[in-house]
T-cell receptor, first 113, second 109 residues
């Protein structure tokens, strides 16, 4: 089983629908992140959390919200999806150390029609 | 602000060398390098920290010029398996990584 698991892996939805992407990890890391990847734009940080009570906005948080339900679980929500949120979303984790290597999940491909 | 990577794309023959550059407009604490193969998640290659410490891949090397806020990734004697998109991520002391737009590396036989 993967250390960082994302569900769903693929989702097609319609404009205005609420969508939740879930991430769970078995690495025991405190730090978790949500990134969005668009062709030619690289990986952009949406939200990050250093522990259950510490959640921070990233570069592109508008239109998104997150919930850190436990150390191992970090969910990303789109309250009212719009077409320009069509993208590949990655969850990642890292240790609470200065080395900070990121471990990525396999990604969730979201299409908003 | 995203770091700037160059070149945007490079094509090599197996056995050739390549250099990928990453520059930032802000002071850096760390530089990370990741490789992403098509349809897969990014995978960690190397991290370079302010002060000279490095950690990462055995066959890939990198440099970090703290004063110029630049890093370079050196791929020597490239193999077919090196193909993919390379991302640099730059970090401040709060460990929030900002990634560049990527460099597409293609290694042909």
């Amino acid at each position: 089983d993967a250390d960082v698991t994302q569900t769903p892996r693929n989702r097609i939805t319609k404009t205005g629908k609420r969508i939740m992407l879930e991430c769970s990890q078995t690495k025991g890391h405190d730090r978790m992140y949500w990134y969005r990847q668009d062709p030619g734009l690289g990986l952009r940080l949406i939200y990050y959390s250093f522990d259950v009570k510490d959640i921070n906005k990233g570069e592109i948080s508008d239109g998104y919200s997150v919930s850190r339900q436990a150390q191992a679980k970090f969910s990303l929500s789109l309250e009212s999806a719009i077409p320009n949120q069509t993208a590949l979303y990655f969850c990642a984790t890292s240790e609470r150390t200065f080395t900070g290597e990121l471990f990525f999940g396999e990604g969730s491909r979201l299409t908003v029609l | 602000q995203q770091p700037v990577q160059s070149p945007q794309a490079v094509i090599l023959r197996e056995g050739e060398d390549a250099v990928i550059n990453c520059s930032s407009s802000k002071a850096l604490y760390s530089v990370h390098w990741y490789r992403q193969k098509h349809g897969e998640a990014p995978v960690f290659l190397m991290i370079l920290l302010k002060g000279g410490e490095q950690k990462g891949h055995e066959k890939i090397s990198a440099s970090f010029n703290e004063k110029k806020q630049q890093s370079s990734l050196y791929l020597t004697a490239s193999q077919l398996s090196y193909s993919g998109t390379y991302f640099c991520g730059t970090g401040g002391s709060n460990y929030k990584l900002t990634f560049g737009k990527g460099t597409l590396l293609t290694v042909n036989p």
